[in-house]
T-cell receptor, first 106, second 118 residues
Framework: KNEVEQSPQNLTAQEGEFITINCSYS?????LHWLQQHPGGGIVSLFM???GKKKHGRLIATINIQEKHSSLHITASHPRDSAVYIC????????FGTGTRLQVFP | NAGVMQNPRHLVRRRGQEARLRCSPM?????VYWYRQLPEEGLKFMVY????????ESGMPKERFSAEFPKEGPSILRIQQVVRGDSAAYFC????????????????FGPGTRLTVL
């Protein structure tokens, strides 16, 4: 069992919909990261969280340390948001989730 | 300021051959990380290097894999006697000298090298 679990594995949405991707981890962490991997393979770091909530444009990330859970939200989704979203925990080890593949249709 | 560069972007090898993957970090960056992404699987950390030092190689397979980051030149990930199971995308990332280790948000990723072993 992976120590970082993401859900859903696959997600389709219509343009404009509100998207939520979830990440649960089972070990203590110092930080939780969200990454975006585009269809061409390029990887971009979106957020690093150790508590609370962060917002960047239409992206919002939250974390609940007690529940060992983080969410990534996308408001007013757009086809260009189509990508794989990956969460990763850092503590003693660096552990990645398996990713959520998002497709947004016009 | 050029980003992280990896070459080749695609590499095809036959079983038993050697694969050499190169990573040039961003200018001024002295930390390099290598990650592997197997087909239909998530990213996995392999190794963390600073110039002329391997800091953490806990994710490296025990045999056939080695990495270096010399004083001059790119970081090299070397896979000897490749097998079909080595087929994957290999990403490197770099971060500035003052970055604490494993702070992904300060890491800049290269485009990856896709290794195919026939």
């Amino acid at each position: 069992k992976n120590e970082v679990e993401q859900s859903p594995q696959n997600l389709t949405a219509q343009e404009g919909e509100f998207i939520t991707i979830n990440c649960s981890y089972s070990v203590g962490i110092s930080a939780l990261h969200w990454l975006q991997q585009h269809p061409g393979g390029g990887i971009v770091s979106l957020f690093m969280l150790s508590s609370g909530k962060k917002k960047h444009g239409r992206l919002i990330a939250t974390i609940n340390i007690q529940e060992k859970h983080s969410s990534l939200h996308i408001t007013a989704s757009h086809p260009r948001d189509s990508a794989v979203y990956i969460c990763a925990s850092t503590g003693d080890k660096l552990i990645f989730g398996t990713g959520t593949r998002l497709q947004v249709f016009p | 300021n050029a980003g992280v560069m990896q070459n080749p972007r695609h590499l095809v090898r036959r079983r038993g051959q050697e694969a050499r993957l190169r990573c040039s970090p961003m200018k001024g960056h002295s930390h390099v990380y290598w990650y592997r992404q197997l087909p239909e699987e998530g990213l996995k950390f392999m190794v963390y290097l600073q110039k002329e030092n391997i800091i953490d190689e806990s994710g490296m397979p025990k045999e056939r894999f080695s990495a270096e980051f010399p004083k001059e030149g790119p970081s090299i990930l070397r896979i000897q006697q490749v097998v079909r199971g080595d087929s994957a995308a290999y990403f490197c990332a770099s971060s500035p000298p003052e970055s604490p280790s494993f702070r992904i948000y300060e890491q800049f990723f290269g485009p990856g090298t896709r290794l195919t072993v026939l």
